[in-house]
């Protein structure tokens, strides 16, 4: 039974660890129950009612019905459920809107992510960067301007990886050249306090469904759009998936009908924590970068742990206390292998119940464990024992 012993042990350890990986989240009870069912082992190539199988009258309905819960809940026109990752959503929407092969993003060292440059290049585009103004932590608008109206790529990619603070949708809108934001991290803080990037200019928003919003480990997309909305539907099918794993859609309108009654308030405490983490561990020496700015608007903080041995290494020393969470690249590292700086985000411990008292208690857990490890592991787990259950209501 190794299979078996190896998901306990899994389970045993992630359940009595604090996770703090931006990307992760957890699906609720009721979500985890529906996962498991007979569409898993369908096929439904093409679209509800125009299907190349037999046999698919029940996904019809169910993805019909996911689909309408997509618009109601974010108040969009169009949505693509298909997509079974953000990559595969990004995939998707870029291959649609390509005109002539170019496209502007964030740039690596700034947050984007792997999908808009390297991915890019797999669908033969060429990228360039916008400037980024370390001062205010986001796009140089002007600067971006500029170099936009010089280049006229076919689309700009906003939306990042590492994500702190909204980039100017608005304002790159406004050039006229379209917008695609990636709200892969964000998606969730869409029914809180980050707006819908739809509703500030953006064409087409792509997200995973894992992350801020905690459902099951897919991809969507969202427009207002008719005419490019048309161009990406018939793009996902049959260029980018074929199966597009069934069953997760029930798992995926389960936490949208919970989204729906506790979303706001849940993307409200996020950001609430976020800022509370991000606080409390200043206070205790860790540079947390952005200060200045207030740290954070998103679930995310980031910090230059230089002084500490660097991204690597604290991660891996926090790792052996239980506290799980991921270095990350700096704008200004040159090295993935060895960076600068650790990313955090609160979305997951939020989820089960934790508050600002609980984040200042993480930043001294998390503050202990750099000096004893293996002291600080009985620590969390017994913290952690009493955070079992997703939570809803907040506020
Ligand atoms: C900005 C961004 N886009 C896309 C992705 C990829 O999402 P997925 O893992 O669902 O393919 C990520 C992953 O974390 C991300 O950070």
Redesign the pocket.
């Known amino acids: 039974m190794k299979v078996e012993e190896i998901i306990r042990k899994q389970e045993e350890w992630r359940s009595h660890s604090i996770n703090l990986i931006a ?1 992760e989240n957890v699906m609720s009870e009721r979500a985890k129950r529906v996962y498991v069912n007979d569409f898993m082992h369908r096929y439904a190539e093409g679209k509800p009612g125009k299907r190349y199988y037999q046999g698919t009258r029940f996904i019809d309905e169910l993805e019909v019905y996911v689909t309408e819960l997509f618009k109601e809940v974010f108040n969009v026109k169009h949505a693509d459920v298909r997509p079974i ?4 959503a ?1 995939f998707s929407t870029f291959f649609a809107m390509k005109k002539r092969g170019l496209l502007a993003n964030v740039g690596l060292p700034s947050g ?2 792997i ?1 808009h440059e390297l991915g890019a290049e797999v669908l033969c585009f060429d990228t360039i960067s916008l400037p980024f103004d370390l001062e205010r932590w986001n796009v140089d608008v002007d600067k971006a301007r500029k170099l936009l109206e010089e280049k006229e790529p076919d689309f700009v990619v906003l ?3 590492l ?1 702190l603070f909204p980039h100017p949708v608005k304002e790159i809108a406004e050039t006229g050249i379209p917008v695609v934001h ?1 709200s ?2 964000v998606l969730g803080l869409h029914l809180g306090p980050f707006k819908n990037p739809l509703k500030e200019g953006a064409t087409v928003v ?1 997200a ?1 469904t ?2 801020t919003f905690p459902g099951p ?3 969507v997309i969202l427009s207002d759009d008719e005419e490019t909305f048309k161009k990406i539907y018939k793009t996902t099918f049959p260029y980018i998936v074929s199966n597009h794993h069934l069953h997760r859609l029930a798992s995926l309108a389960v936490t949208l009908e919970e989204m729906k009654e506790f979303g706001r308030e849940y993307a409200n405490q996020i950001v609430r924590n976020a800022k509370a983490l991000a606080e409390a561990l200043y206070t205790r020496g860790w540079n947390v970068v952005a200060e200045d700015l207030g740290f954070t608007k998103t679930h995310q903080i980031a910090v230059d742990v230089k002084d500490k041995g660097g991204g690597k290494k604290v991660a891996e020393t926090l790792e052996k206390a239980n506290i799980i969470l991921n270095k990350n690249m700096l704008p200004w590292d040159k090295d993935p292998k060895d960076p600068s700086g650790i990313r955090i985000g609160v979305q997951e411990m939020t989820r089960f119940g934790m508050k600002e008292g609980e984040m200042d208690y993480i930043a001294e857990l998390m503050t202990k464990a750099l000096k004893d490890p293996e002291g600080v592991r009985r620590e969390v787990i017994a913290f952690r024992s009493d955070y079992q259950e997703v939570r809803y209501g907040f506020d």
């Not at 990752?85 to 595969?88: C, D, I, P, Y």
């Open positions: 990307s990752s953000g990559v595969t990004n984007a992510h999908s939306g990042a990886s994500y990636d892969a991290h792509t995973s894992h992350k480990q897919g991809g």
